[in-house]
């Protein structure tokens, strides 16, 4: 009897095109954790952008977990406590501030449940704020402002340009941050030595669960150390190809119930709590 957890990112994974979750995801998603399996939402959002879907699967009843900030905090569900966080080095802050107004480019942090932003917000900054659920507020001195622990810093361009900025800002601060592009245009600074992956290797030591009996779910770039981490990694249909190429399965997309097909391939085999509970 083998008890598994099932990770899952959010946007675009868990959720389809309009950011919700479906009933056929959730029903499936509650029957396996009805079984005894743990589920663990993990994302680049803070936590207050991930507690509607918290909520919605009833994460605190089952006692599921969230790795928010791309793994910079490990929470609790039950208990809504941090098992593990690591905050970005404040020094760096000035630095990434004056590369931002250089290159024109966004950048904001969170506070609370808050989106601080450092210039009048682009699109891109204001759909961080929307899809989060959380208001915003920009700032005249981003530096003198951040004065609290932070755990994540992101910068937002176009495609084009943040990917060429991913690759400056990794030669510039790559020793104390560790920097990758979440979405094509969302350029993520966290903790060095902090993905999804990492914060997962913890958290299955924690949970005493080990590597092969996870299977985790994701579409975007920061989603592949968490995916090469797992038993099983599996990239939505609508993933980027560097991310269906890093999975060990391609299900269908996140507008097709993806995650459902998922859990009928990897959680209801011979040996599963499901099969051992009906037997």
Do not use: W
Not at 38 to 65: I, Q, T
Not at 86 to 104: D, Q, R, S, T
Not at 209 to 223: K, L, M, T
């Amino acid at each position: 009897m083998k008890r598994k957890a099932l990770v899952l990112d959010i946007d675009g994974t868990l959720t389809n095109s309009r950011k919700d979750i479906t009933l056929a995801t959730k029903t499936a998603i509650q029957a396996i954790m009805e079984k005894g399996h743990l589920c663990v939402l993990a994302s680049g959002r803070p936590a207050p952008g991930m507690r509607r879907y918290e909520r919605e699967l009833e994460l605190e009843k089952y006692g599921g977990y969230l790795l928010s900030q791309n793994g910079a905090r490990i929470l609790s569900s039950r208990t809504g406590e941090p098992i593990y966080q690591k905050a970005l080095p404040l020094e760096i802050v000035p630095g990434l501030y004056e590369f931002a107004l250089e290159n024109g480019c966004g950048l904001a942090t969170h506070k609370g449940d808050m989106v601080i932003s450092a210039f009048a917000p682009d699109r891109y900054v204001s759909l961080e704020a929307r899809i989060n659920g959380m208001p915003m507020r920009q700032v005249e001195r981003f530096p003198d402002f951040v004065d609290f622990d932070i755990y994540k810093c992101f910068m937002t361009a176009d495609d084009r340009k943040a990917a060429v900025l991913e690759r400056k800002l990794q030669k510039l601060y790559g020793e104390q941050a560790a920097i990758y592009r979440s979405e094509p245009f969302f350029i993520e600074i966290v903790p060095k030595g902090v993905d999804k992956g990492d914060s997962l290797r913890r958290l299955t030591e924690h949970t005493g669960i080990p590597r092969e009996d996870v299977v985790c779910c994701g579409d975007g770039f920061n989603d592949i150390s968490m995916l090469q981490y797992a038993g099983v990694g599996i990239a939505m249909g609508n993933a980027q190809q560097e991310v269906k190429d890093a999975a060990d399965y391609v299900t269908a997309t996140n507008d097709e119930d993806g995650i459902v097909e998922a859990i009928a391939r990897f959680f209801h085999a011979p040996g599963d709590l499901a099969d051992a509970d009906a037997q």
